[in-house]
Protein backbone atom coordinates (compact mmCIF):
# COMPACT_ATOMS: atom_id res chain seq x y z
CA UNK A 1 0.00 0.00 0.00
CA UNK A 2 2.77 2.47 0.94
CA UNK A 3 4.35 1.58 -2.41
CA UNK A 4 1.42 2.34 -4.48
CA UNK A 5 0.16 5.34 -2.23
CA UNK A 6 4.38 7.10 -2.82
CA UNK A 7 3.68 6.35 -6.87
CA UNK A 8 -0.09 8.20 -6.50
CA UNK A 9 1.12 11.02 -4.45
CA UNK A 10 4.01 12.13 -6.38
CA UNK A 11 2.32 11.79 -10.18
CA UNK A 12 -0.66 14.49 -7.64
CA UNK A 13 1.77 16.28 -6.58
CA UNK A 14 3.48 17.34 -9.81
CA UNK A 15 -0.36 17.76 -11.28
CA UNK A 16 -1.11 19.95 -8.99
CA UNK A 17 1.72 22.00 -9.64
CA UNK A 18 1.53 21.67 -13.35
CA UNK A 19 -2.34 21.63 -13.66
CA UNK A 20 -3.88 22.96 -10.19
CA UNK A 21 -7.04 24.08 -11.87
CA UNK A 22 -7.57 20.43 -11.90
CA UNK A 23 -8.13 20.10 -8.08
CA UNK A 24 -6.85 16.56 -8.57
CA UNK A 25 -5.32 17.22 -4.92
CA UNK A 26 -8.58 17.57 -3.20
CA UNK A 27 -9.76 14.48 -5.10
CA UNK A 28 -6.72 12.54 -3.84
CA UNK A 29 -6.88 13.64 0.02
CA UNK A 30 -9.75 10.75 1.36
CA UNK A 31 -8.05 8.42 -0.17
CA UNK A 32 -4.67 9.53 1.22
CA UNK A 33 -6.30 10.54 4.42
CA UNK A 34 -7.65 6.43 4.02
CA UNK A 35 -4.13 5.02 3.70
CA UNK A 36 -2.54 7.02 6.82
CA UNK A 37 -5.88 5.34 8.92
CA UNK A 38 -4.81 2.11 7.32
CA UNK A 39 -1.13 2.49 8.33
CA UNK A 40 -1.95 3.87 11.68
CA UNK A 41 -4.00 0.85 12.60
CA UNK A 42 -1.40 -1.22 11.61
CA UNK A 43 1.63 0.31 13.79
CA UNK A 44 -0.70 0.39 16.39
CA UNK A 45 -1.25 -3.07 16.17
CA UNK A 46 2.35 -4.11 15.67
CA UNK A 47 2.76 -2.18 18.98
CA UNK A 48 0.64 -3.53 20.72
CA UNK A 49 0.70 -7.73 19.56
CA UNK A 50 4.04 -7.95 17.93
CA UNK A 51 4.88 -11.82 18.28
CA UNK A 52 1.64 -12.57 20.04
CA UNK A 53 -0.64 -15.31 19.06
CA UNK A 54 -3.86 -14.26 21.10
CA UNK A 55 -7.34 -13.68 19.95
CA UNK A 56 -7.19 -10.06 20.71
CA UNK A 57 -3.70 -9.50 18.46
CA UNK A 58 -5.20 -11.43 15.60
CA UNK A 59 -8.53 -9.21 15.59
CA UNK A 60 -5.81 -6.30 16.00
CA UNK A 61 -4.07 -7.47 12.48
CA UNK A 62 -7.18 -8.64 10.76
CA UNK A 63 -8.40 -5.39 11.27
CA UNK A 64 -5.26 -3.57 10.23
CA UNK A 65 -4.93 -6.15 6.91
CA UNK A 66 -8.43 -5.37 5.96
CA UNK A 67 -7.70 -1.66 6.31
CA UNK A 68 -4.62 -2.07 4.23
CA UNK A 69 -6.36 -4.20 1.67
CA UNK A 70 -9.18 -1.18 1.38
CA UNK A 71 -6.32 1.44 1.35
CA UNK A 72 -4.99 -0.26 -1.59
CA UNK A 73 -7.96 -0.40 -3.26
CA UNK A 74 -8.67 2.66 -2.90
CA UNK A 75 -5.27 3.57 -4.51
CA UNK A 76 -5.60 1.65 -7.65
CA UNK A 77 -9.20 2.69 -8.29
CA UNK A 78 -8.10 6.35 -8.01
CA UNK A 79 -4.93 5.76 -9.79
CA UNK A 80 -6.98 4.02 -12.80
CA UNK A 81 -9.50 6.85 -12.73
CA UNK A 82 -6.63 9.52 -13.45
CA UNK A 83 -3.94 7.39 -14.79
CA UNK A 84 -3.59 9.46 -18.22
CA UNK A 85 -3.11 13.14 -15.90
CA UNK A 86 -1.00 11.27 -13.19
CA UNK A 87 1.56 9.27 -15.36
CA UNK A 88 1.74 12.45 -18.06
CA UNK A 89 2.36 14.58 -15.03
CA UNK A 90 5.08 12.25 -13.36
CA UNK A 91 6.54 11.83 -16.44
CA UNK A 92 7.02 15.86 -17.18
CA UNK A 93 8.19 16.05 -13.48
CA UNK A 94 11.09 13.26 -14.16
CA UNK A 95 12.05 15.17 -17.24
CA UNK A 96 13.09 18.28 -15.53
CA UNK A 97 16.66 17.64 -14.47
CA UNK A 98 16.84 16.65 -18.35
CA UNK A 99 15.59 19.80 -19.51
CA UNK A 100 17.41 21.96 -17.00
CA UNK A 101 20.60 20.41 -18.10
CA UNK A 102 20.02 20.54 -21.88
CA UNK A 103 18.76 24.05 -21.51
CA UNK A 104 22.14 25.17 -19.75
CA UNK A 105 24.19 23.52 -22.73
CA UNK A 106 22.39 25.62 -24.80
CA UNK A 107 23.03 28.36 -22.97
CA UNK A 108 27.06 27.56 -23.35
CA UNK A 109 27.19 26.87 -26.80
CA UNK A 110 25.50 30.49 -27.07
CA UNK A 111 28.20 31.97 -26.02
CA UNK A 112 30.73 29.81 -27.53
CA UNK A 113 29.54 31.35 -30.68
CA UNK A 114 30.64 35.30 -29.69
CA UNK A 115 33.47 36.49 -31.61
CA UNK A 116 35.71 38.57 -29.76
CA UNK A 117 35.82 41.18 -32.87
CA UNK A 118 32.14 42.04 -31.94
CA UNK A 119 32.09 41.40 -28.55
CA UNK A 120 31.77 45.15 -28.02
CA UNK A 121 28.55 45.38 -29.54
CA UNK A 122 25.91 46.99 -28.20
CA UNK A 123 23.17 44.33 -28.65
CA UNK A 124 25.25 41.69 -28.40
CA UNK A 125 26.61 42.73 -24.39
CA UNK A 126 22.42 42.97 -23.67
CA UNK A 127 21.93 39.72 -25.31
CA UNK A 128 24.48 37.99 -23.38
CA UNK A 129 23.12 39.47 -20.25
CA UNK A 130 19.96 38.96 -20.78
CA UNK A 131 21.03 35.23 -21.15
CA UNK A 132 23.34 35.20 -18.11
CA UNK A 133 20.41 36.48 -15.97
CA UNK A 134 17.87 33.70 -17.33
CA UNK A 135 20.32 31.02 -16.27
CA UNK A 136 21.33 32.66 -12.69
CA UNK A 137 17.46 32.18 -12.37
CA UNK A 138 17.33 28.50 -13.55
CA UNK A 139 20.22 27.54 -11.36
CA UNK A 140 18.16 29.26 -8.06
CA UNK A 141 14.94 27.13 -9.29
CA UNK A 142 16.08 23.90 -9.95
CA UNK A 143 14.39 22.47 -6.56
CA UNK A 144 11.32 23.91 -7.55
CA UNK A 145 10.43 21.60 -11.05
CA UNK A 146 7.55 24.03 -12.13
CA UNK A 147 9.54 27.21 -11.80
CA UNK A 148 12.76 24.96 -13.32
CA UNK A 149 10.85 24.06 -16.52
CA UNK A 150 9.85 27.81 -16.99
CA UNK A 151 13.38 28.99 -16.47
CA UNK A 152 14.38 26.42 -18.58
CA UNK A 153 12.49 27.38 -21.50
CA UNK A 154 13.58 31.22 -21.21
CA UNK A 155 17.31 30.30 -21.25
CA UNK A 156 16.49 28.38 -24.25
CA UNK A 157 14.61 31.72 -25.59
CA UNK A 158 17.66 34.04 -24.64
CA UNK A 159 20.34 31.50 -25.82
CA UNK A 160 18.37 31.51 -29.36
CA UNK A 161 18.29 35.22 -29.27
CA UNK A 162 22.14 35.77 -28.37
CA UNK A 163 22.72 33.53 -31.72
CA UNK A 164 20.61 36.01 -33.36
CA UNK A 165 22.65 38.81 -32.90
CA UNK A 166 25.91 36.83 -32.98
CA UNK A 167 24.61 36.11 -36.70
CA UNK A 168 23.44 39.45 -37.36
CA UNK A 169 26.77 41.17 -36.16
CA UNK A 170 28.97 40.83 -39.22
CA UNK A 171 25.96 42.77 -41.65
CA UNK A 172 26.09 45.33 -39.01
CA UNK A 173 28.39 47.33 -40.40
CA UNK A 174 27.02 47.09 -43.99
CA UNK A 175 23.68 47.73 -42.67
CA UNK A 176 25.47 51.55 -41.10
CA UNK A 177 27.11 52.01 -44.40
CA UNK A 178 23.54 51.92 -46.29
CA UNK A 179 21.76 53.82 -43.63
CA UNK A 180 24.10 56.60 -43.65
CA UNK A 181 23.39 56.89 -47.58
CA UNK A 182 20.21 56.99 -46.92
CA UNK A 183 19.50 59.68 -44.32
CA UNK A 184 22.22 61.75 -46.36
CA UNK A 185 19.83 61.73 -49.17
CA UNK A 186 17.09 62.31 -47.28
CA UNK A 187 18.46 65.62 -45.41
CA UNK A 188 18.46 67.13 -49.09
CA UNK A 189 15.49 66.45 -50.02
CA UNK A 190 14.20 67.51 -46.51
CA UNK A 191 16.30 70.89 -47.23
CA UNK A 192 14.87 71.51 -50.37
CA UNK A 193 11.35 70.80 -48.95
CA UNK A 194 11.77 73.28 -46.60
CA UNK A 195 12.38 75.87 -48.50
CA UNK A 196 8.74 76.00 -49.69
CA UNK A 197 7.99 77.03 -46.08
CA UNK A 198 8.51 80.45 -46.71
CA UNK A 199 6.66 81.15 -49.73
CA UNK A 200 3.94 79.18 -48.05
CA UNK A 201 3.65 81.50 -45.37
CA UNK A 202 3.95 84.42 -46.40
CA UNK A 203 0.50 83.12 -48.99
CA UNK A 204 -1.06 82.44 -45.22
CA UNK A 205 -0.40 86.18 -44.57
CA UNK A 206 -1.38 87.57 -47.60
CA UNK A 207 -4.98 85.55 -48.26
CA UNK A 208 -6.10 84.79 -44.85
CA UNK A 209 -6.52 86.24 -41.42
CA UNK A 210 -3.58 86.05 -39.24
CA UNK A 211 -4.99 83.81 -36.58
CA UNK A 212 -5.14 81.07 -39.14
CA UNK A 213 -1.49 81.39 -39.64
CA UNK A 214 -0.52 82.25 -35.88
CA UNK A 215 0.37 79.10 -34.86
CA UNK A 216 2.88 78.06 -37.56
CA UNK A 217 5.26 81.24 -37.51
CA UNK A 218 8.00 78.99 -35.71
CA UNK A 219 7.75 76.53 -38.24
CA UNK A 220 10.36 78.20 -40.63
CA UNK A 221 13.27 78.33 -37.88
CA UNK A 222 12.44 74.93 -35.78
CA UNK A 223 12.50 73.26 -39.04
CA UNK A 224 15.99 74.28 -39.71
CA UNK A 225 17.48 73.42 -36.60
CA UNK A 226 16.01 69.98 -36.78
CA UNK A 227 17.78 69.57 -40.21
CA UNK A 228 20.77 70.72 -38.69
CA UNK A 229 20.53 68.16 -35.89
CA UNK A 230 19.96 65.72 -38.21
CA UNK A 231 23.14 66.49 -40.55
CA UNK A 232 25.37 66.61 -36.32
CA UNK A 233 23.83 63.10 -35.81
CA UNK A 234 25.10 62.15 -39.28
CA UNK A 235 28.48 63.65 -38.91
CA UNK A 236 28.92 61.81 -35.58
CA UNK A 237 27.21 58.20 -36.97
CA UNK A 238 30.38 58.31 -39.89
CA UNK A 239 32.66 59.15 -36.81
CA UNK A 240 30.99 56.09 -34.91
CA UNK A 241 31.33 53.96 -37.72
CA UNK A 242 34.76 54.41 -38.96
CA UNK A 243 35.64 54.08 -35.30
CA UNK A 244 34.37 50.25 -35.54
CA UNK A 245 30.62 50.55 -33.71
CA UNK A 246 28.47 50.48 -36.32
CA UNK A 247 25.77 49.86 -33.66
CA UNK A 248 26.15 53.41 -32.20
CA UNK A 249 26.19 54.73 -36.07
CA UNK A 250 23.00 53.31 -36.76
CA UNK A 251 21.47 54.63 -33.16
CA UNK A 252 22.75 57.70 -34.31
CA UNK A 253 21.07 57.23 -37.64
CA UNK A 254 18.15 56.92 -35.77
CA UNK A 255 17.45 60.29 -34.30
CA UNK A 256 18.69 61.35 -37.55
CA UNK A 257 15.73 60.08 -38.79
CA UNK A 258 13.74 61.17 -35.73
CA UNK A 259 14.93 64.91 -36.46
CA UNK A 260 13.94 64.96 -40.44
CA UNK A 261 10.48 63.43 -39.78
CA UNK A 262 10.00 66.44 -37.33
CA UNK A 263 11.06 69.02 -39.71
CA UNK A 264 8.44 67.55 -42.96
CA UNK A 265 6.00 67.82 -40.40
CA UNK A 266 6.81 71.57 -39.85
CA UNK A 267 7.01 72.02 -43.34
CA UNK A 268 3.77 69.65 -44.84
CA UNK A 269 1.77 72.01 -41.21
CA UNK A 270 2.76 74.87 -43.62
CA UNK A 271 1.80 73.86 -46.85
CA UNK A 272 -1.25 71.95 -45.88
CA UNK A 273 -3.04 74.55 -43.85
CA UNK A 274 -2.48 77.09 -47.33
CA UNK A 275 -4.03 74.27 -49.55
CA UNK A 276 -6.84 73.52 -46.76
CA UNK A 277 -7.84 76.96 -45.90
CA UNK A 278 -8.07 78.06 -49.84
CA UNK A 279 -10.25 75.05 -50.36
CA UNK A 280 -12.72 75.99 -47.86
CA UNK A 281 -12.40 79.69 -49.17
CA UNK A 282 -13.54 78.64 -52.59
CA UNK A 283 -16.26 76.32 -50.90
CA UNK A 284 -17.09 77.68 -47.17
CA UNK A 285 -20.11 75.97 -46.67
CA UNK A 286 -18.85 72.24 -47.50
CA UNK A 287 -17.33 71.20 -44.63
CA UNK A 288 -20.34 72.48 -42.50
CA UNK A 289 -23.06 70.74 -44.72
CA UNK A 290 -20.82 67.53 -43.47
CA UNK A 291 -20.83 68.19 -40.16
CA UNK A 292 -24.93 69.57 -40.18
CA UNK A 293 -26.00 66.09 -42.37
CA UNK A 294 -24.21 64.08 -39.31
CA UNK A 295 -26.29 65.87 -36.75
CA UNK A 296 -29.46 65.21 -38.89
CA UNK A 297 -28.03 61.35 -39.14
CA UNK A 298 -27.75 61.15 -35.09
CA UNK A 299 -30.94 62.66 -34.31
CA UNK A 300 -32.23 60.13 -36.44
CA UNK A 301 -30.87 57.36 -34.54
CA UNK A 302 -32.05 59.12 -31.19
CA UNK A 303 -35.41 59.10 -32.85
CA UNK A 304 -35.07 55.24 -34.42
CA UNK A 305 -33.91 53.76 -30.77
CA UNK A 306 -36.56 55.36 -28.18
CA UNK A 307 -33.31 58.09 -26.72
CA UNK A 308 -35.41 61.52 -27.90
CA UNK A 309 -35.96 61.83 -24.10
CA UNK A 310 -32.01 61.58 -23.37
CA UNK A 311 -30.25 62.80 -26.24
CA UNK A 312 -32.68 65.02 -28.17
CA UNK A 313 -31.95 68.62 -26.66
CA UNK A 314 -28.19 67.45 -26.33
CA UNK A 315 -28.15 67.06 -30.02
CA UNK A 316 -30.23 70.02 -30.71
CA UNK A 317 -27.69 72.08 -29.01
CA UNK A 318 -25.12 70.73 -31.79
CA UNK A 319 -27.15 73.09 -34.39
CA UNK A 320 -26.55 76.34 -32.48
CA UNK A 321 -22.96 75.69 -31.83
CA UNK A 322 -22.64 75.26 -35.51
CA UNK A 323 -24.63 78.32 -36.31
CA UNK A 324 -21.90 80.29 -34.14
CA UNK A 325 -19.25 79.10 -35.84
CA UNK A 326 -20.29 80.19 -39.24
CA UNK A 327 -19.86 84.05 -37.46
CA UNK A 328 -15.78 83.18 -38.04
CA UNK A 329 -17.07 83.95 -41.68
CA UNK A 330 -17.40 87.62 -41.67
CA UNK A 331 -15.36 90.48 -42.43
CA UNK A 332 -12.91 91.17 -45.41
CA UNK A 333 -10.35 87.72 -44.06
CA UNK A 334 -12.92 85.22 -42.52
CA UNK A 335 -11.31 83.42 -39.76
CA UNK A 336 -11.61 80.16 -41.38
CA UNK A 337 -8.89 78.66 -39.76
CA UNK A 338 -10.82 78.96 -36.56
CA UNK A 339 -14.10 78.51 -38.40
CA UNK A 340 -12.52 74.83 -39.37
CA UNK A 341 -11.54 73.87 -35.91
CA UNK A 342 -15.16 74.54 -34.14
CA UNK A 343 -16.85 72.71 -36.56
CA UNK A 344 -14.33 69.62 -36.11
CA UNK A 345 -14.96 69.80 -32.64
CA UNK A 346 -18.35 69.80 -33.14
CA UNK A 347 -18.38 66.86 -35.37
CA UNK A 348 -16.21 64.93 -32.94
CA UNK A 349 -18.94 65.30 -30.40
CA UNK A 350 -21.61 64.62 -32.21
CA UNK A 351 -19.69 60.95 -32.90
CA UNK A 352 -19.47 60.41 -29.46
CA UNK A 353 -23.07 60.69 -29.07
CA UNK A 354 -23.99 58.54 -31.86
CA UNK A 355 -21.18 55.74 -30.18
CA UNK A 356 -22.74 56.15 -26.81
CA UNK A 357 -26.46 55.96 -28.12
CA UNK A 358 -25.39 52.67 -30.64
CA UNK A 359 -24.07 51.43 -27.41
CA UNK A 360 -26.73 51.82 -25.23
CA UNK A 361 -28.65 48.78 -26.49
Not at 69 to 82: E, I, L, M, N
Not at 91 to 98: H, N, S
Request: proline share 3%.
Amino acid sequence: MDKRQSIASAGVEASTALRPEDRLGTRWADTEKQCFDAGAAYLAAVDQFDGMATPAARSAFDRATALLHDASGAVDRFYDAHRSTLEHASAQFAATPRLVQDALTEADAARSTVDEQYAGYPSLRQAWHELDSATMQLQSSQRNPLLAREHAAAVRDRAAALQAVVASAPGRTQEARTALASVRTRIEAVRTRSEGIAPAFSSLLREFNAKSSADLSRNERSSARHIEQADEDLRAARSALDAGNPEHSLDLVTQARSHLSDAEHLVDAVTDRVRLLRAVKSDPHATENKVRFKLRDAQQLAINRGLVAEWGSVLDAQLARIDRASTALTGTHPDYWSYLQDLDTISDFIAGVIERMRNSH
